[in-house]
């Protein structure tokens, strides 16, 4: 089952989503579930875990070691767009799109009637 951020945002502001905490060792695991979910988890256990004090926790301390994890960044160069406020892809007359049909008041390099959804899939690379 998965939840969207949104409703995980909403939910969890209303009470319906709470966190939960299940420490096995020293790792500590983390997980949204329903109220109820929580409630039927609390119930096996015999009542709500101790809460984990801030020095107990895992990330309170950063580690010796250097980050493994080495991000690369690719920059690509932005596409061309029909830029709507240029009066040379604005025209006064509503045209049907050449591609959709839909009616539209702007125009590729060509001047030619093109919404820009449909400018910006069929242009060339």
Same mark, same amino acid.
């Given at each position: @089952?998965?939840?969207?951020?949104?409703?995980?945002?909403?939910?969890?502001?209303?009470?319906?989503?709470?966190?939960?905490?299940?420490?096995?060792?020293?790792?500590?695991?983390?997980?949204?579930?329903?109220?109820?979910?929580?409630?039927?988890?609390?119930?096996?256990?015999?009542?709500?875990?101790?809460?984990?004090?801030?020095?107990?926790?895992?990330?309170? *301390?950063?580690?010796?070691?250097?980050?493994?994890?080495?991000?690369?960044?690719?920059?690509?160069?932005?596409?061309?767009?029909?830029?709507?406020?240029?009066?040379?892809?604005?025209?006064?007359?509503?045209?049907?799109?050449?591609?959709?049909?839909?009616?539209?008041?702007?125009?590729? @390099?060509?001047?030619?009637?093109?919404?820009?959804?449909?400018?910006?899939? *069929?242009?060339?690379?």
């Amino acid at each position: @089952m998965g939840i969207l951020f949104d409703d995980l945002v909403r939910k969890t502001a209303s009470g319906l989503i709470v966190p939960v905490e299940h420490k096995v060792g020293r790792t500590v695991h983390r997980f949204w579930v329903t109220d109820t979910d929580r409630e039927q988890y609390y119930d096996i256990l015999g009542g709500a875990p101790q809460i984990v004090s801030e020095d107990e926790k895992p990330w309170a *301390h950063a580690g010796r070691n250097a980050p493994t994890c080495r991000p690369q960044v690719t920059l690509v160069p932005p596409q061309r767009t029909v830029n709507g406020s240029d009066p040379k892809h604005w025209d006064a007359a509503r045209l049907p799109c050449r591609y959709c049909g839909t009616s539209t008041n702007l125009r590729d @390099m060509q001047r030619r009637p093109s919404c820009k959804v449909c400018h910006e899939e *069929h242009q060339p690379a």
